[in-house]
């Protein structure tokens, strides 16, 4: 005799069903819930369209009948027991009342999360987050020009920081009962912070604010307060000066001594050292071509190619993809670097190391001009372990309107482009700093030849 449960409706005519559960078995009790759950589900579905009551969505789970799974006999799932809906006679698991939940979480949350390899990669935040504590108005302009990719390069960057902190050195005013060597590093702390929350700090930024620490520690307490505020904003100007803008004049000397009369100069996208080094050999009298090789999304190699149209000096301007075109005539391929690390391995624009490395196959010599003050001391194998997304971009910019308007606004289409790669060490001939010619294999030997000053 059939029997209706007034718990959940339920006509139950199987004959199996009218036993307690205890005396079932797993089948049965897995072919059981899961016809309670359908029917819960239609039932749900029937009231929401006659207008009656809103019911709440069965959320659980669909009905079986939609979504079919491949059967896993005995498997259960640890957080929902021995009862819980697991693979039985219908063909259906565990697995899909949590994908089903899964796949409606991300579709509601949006599609653009990204690869989950590349789930790490430091974000842009957007130009309207809101600084946390008592940040200083420059360093809130300074974090809006990081974020937005106004302000790019190793260099401009260290320069571009140290600028802000003087100002914010100088409206600074030490509280009652407290040190100007004390407060004010914790002061700094929160406006570095803000900055890393712009965007990641480079090791260009992390070297020079420790150095300026170092320095803010060291203080006379005895000073007057002005007197020690003008000190640290004259050992600024000195650290920008001297490890900065004179390494690079050094550099400059070096290795425009690599080229000659006729030489074909490869460079990739665009560093300022580089640019210098070209500028100052071709003012030099020495006369030779360059070959501008760029790349998306930042085609940062159109601002060289301008500085050295406008110098008279003979350009060519080309894609990455087209380098093995050209690779066989160049004589010398000059590169900078975002930072080198104690390995010999070489941090810097993305497609540096396909550059370096298809030179090296051609057996032509790969120079790194890089200043020391970009050293680091940790040992990177890869870009993966951390790295940057370029701002976003149109990268169908250049195809037909026709063909551009196919690929825009799509919830599908995300683009992935991480900023910097690494050029391993026997990619490299030799590294130009301040300091002198130094081979891969020796980098670790800068703090040494500096007195451990980095």
Same mark, same amino acid.
């Given at each position: 005799?059939?029997?209706?449960?007034?718990?959940?409706?339920?006509?139950?005519?199987?004959?199996?069903?009218?036993?307690?559960?205890?005396?079932?078995?797993?089948?049965?009790?897995?072919?059981?819930?899961?016809?309670?759950?359908?029917?819960?589900?239609?039932?749900?579905?029937?009231?929401?369209?006659?207008?009656?009551?809103?019911?709440?969505?069965?959320?659980?789970?669909?009905?079986?009948?939609?979504?079919?799974?491949?059967?896993?006999?005995?498997?259960?799932?640890?957080?929902?027991?021995?009862?819980?809906?697991?693979?039985?006679?219908?063909?259906?698991?565990?697995?899909?009342?949590?994908?089903?939940?899964?796949?409606?979480?991300?579709?509601?949350?949006?599609?653009?999360?990204?690869?989950?390899?590349?789930?790490?990669?430091?974000?842009?935040?957007?130009?309207?987050?809101?600084?946390?504590?008592?940040?200083?108005?420059?360093?809130?302009?300074?974090?809006?020009?990081?974020?937005?990719?106004?302000?790019?390069?190793?260099?401009?960057?260290?320069?571009?920081?140290?600028?802000?902190?003087?100002?914010?050195?100088?409206?600074?005013?030490?509280?009652?009962?407290?040190?100007?060597?004390?407060?004010?590093?914790?002061?700094?702390?929160?406006?570095?912070?803000?900055?890393?929350?712009?965007?990641?700090?480079?090791?260009?930024?992390?070297?020079?604010?420790?150095?300026?620490?170092?320095?803010?520690?060291?203080?006379?307490?005895?000073?007057?307060?002005?007197?020690?505020?003008?000190?640290?904003?004259?050992?600024?100007?000195?650290?920008?000066?001297?490890?900065?803008?004179?390494?690079?004049?050094?550099?400059?000397?070096?290795?425009?001594?690599?080229?000659?009369?006729?030489?074909?100069?490869?460079?990739?996208?665009?560093?300022?050292?580089?640019?210098?080094?070209?500028?100052?050999?071709?003012?030099?009298?020495?006369?030779?071509?360059?070959?501008?090789?760029?790349?998306?999304?930042?085609?940062?190699?159109?601002?060289?190619?301008?500085?050295?149209?406008?110098?008279?000096?003979?350009?060519? /301007?080309? +894609?990455? %993809?087209?380098? &093995?075109?050209?690779?066989?005539?160049?004589?010398?391929?000059? *590169?900078?670097?975002? !930072? @080198?690390?104690?390995?010999?391995?070489?941090?810097?624009?993305?497609?540096?190391?396909?550059?370096?490395?298809?030179?090296?196959?051609?057996?032509?010599?790969?120079?790194?001009?890089?200043?020391?003050?970009?050293?680091?001391?940790?040992?990177?194998?890869?870009?993966?372990?951390?790295?940057?997304?370029?701002?976003?971009?149109?990268?169908?910019?250049?195809?037909?309107?026709?063909?551009?308007?196919?690929?825009?606004?799509?919830?599908?289409?995300?683009?992935?482009?991480?900023? /910097?790669? +690494?050029? %391993?060490?026997? &990619?490299?001939?030799?590294?130009?700093?301040?300091?002198?010619? *130094?081979?891969?294999? !020796? @980098?670790?030997?800068?703090?040494?030849?500096?007195?451990?000053?980095?």
């Amino acid at each position: 005799m059939s029997s209706a449960s007034p718990s959940n409706g339920v006509v139950q005519n199987d004959p199996s069903q009218s036993r307690p559960q205890k005396q079932m078995t797993k089948a049965e009790r897995r072919e059981l819930q899961e016809k309670q759950r359908a029917a819960k589900a239609a039932k749900a579905t029937a009231g929401s369209q006659s207008g009656g009551p809103a019911a709440k969505p069965p959320h659980s789970v669909a009905p079986t009948s939609q979504i079919p799974r491949k059967s896993t006999k005995g498997a259960e799932t640890p957080s929902q027991g021995r009862g819980s809906l697991a693979a039985g006679s219908s063909g259906t698991s565990t697995r899909t009342t949590k994908d089903s939940r899964v796949a409606i979480t991300e579709e509601a949350g949006g599609r653009s999360r990204g690869l989950r390899i590349f789930s790490h990669f430091a974000l842009q935040k957007p130009a309207s987050y809101v600084p946390k504590g008592n940040v200083h108005p420059a360093i809130v302009h300074l974090g809006l020009m990081f974020a937005e990719f106004r302000i790019c390069g190793a260099n401009a960057r260290c320069i571009a920081t140290l600028s802000v902190f003087k100002r914010v050195i100088q409206d600074y005013t030490t509280p009652p009962d407290n040190t100007l060597s004390r407060h004010l590093i914790t002061h700094l702390s929160v406006q570095i912070g803000h900055l890393v929350s712009a965007r990641p700090m480079s090791v260009t930024m992390g070297n020079a604010i420790r150095q300026l620490k170092l320095e803010i520690s060291g203080s006379d307490i005895d000073l007057p307060e002005q007197d020690a505020k003008d000190a640290l904003c004259n050992k600024i100007d000195n650290y920008i000066r001297d490890r900065i803008i004179i390494a690079d004049q050094v550099i400059q000397e070096t290795a425009m001594k690599n080229i000659h009369d006729g030489d074909v100069v490869l460079t990739y996208a665009r560093s300022s050292v580089v640019q210098k080094v070209l500028l100052e050999a071709w003012a030099e009298g020495t006369r030779f071509s360059v070959i501008v090789v760029d790349s998306r999304p930042m085609l940062e190699g159109k601002r060289l190619l301008s500085v050295l149209a406008a110098a008279s000096i003979p350009c060519t /301007y080309l +894609l990455l %993809p087209a380098l &093995s075109a050209v690779i066989s005539e160049v004589s010398i391929v000059l *590169i900078g670097a975002h !930072s @080198i690390h104690s390995n010999g391995a070489v941090f810097s624009r993305a497609g540096t190391a396909l550059v370096a490395m298809m030179a090296k196959q051609h057996s032509v010599p790969v120079v790194v001009c890089c200043e020391t003050y970009k050293f680091s001391e940790g040992v990177r194998l890869d870009s993966f372990t951390k790295n940057e997304l370029a701002p976003p971009g149109d990268p169908f910019l250049s195809l037909p309107s026709s063909r551009s308007k196919t690929t825009q606004n799509q919830s599908n289409l995300e683009i992935l482009d991480p900023l /910097y790669d +690494l050029t %391993p060490p026997s &990619s490299i001939t030799a590294v130009v700093t301040e300091a002198g010619v *130094i081979p891969p294999d !020796s @980098i670790s030997s800068i703090p040494l030849a500096l007195g451990r000053l980095i």
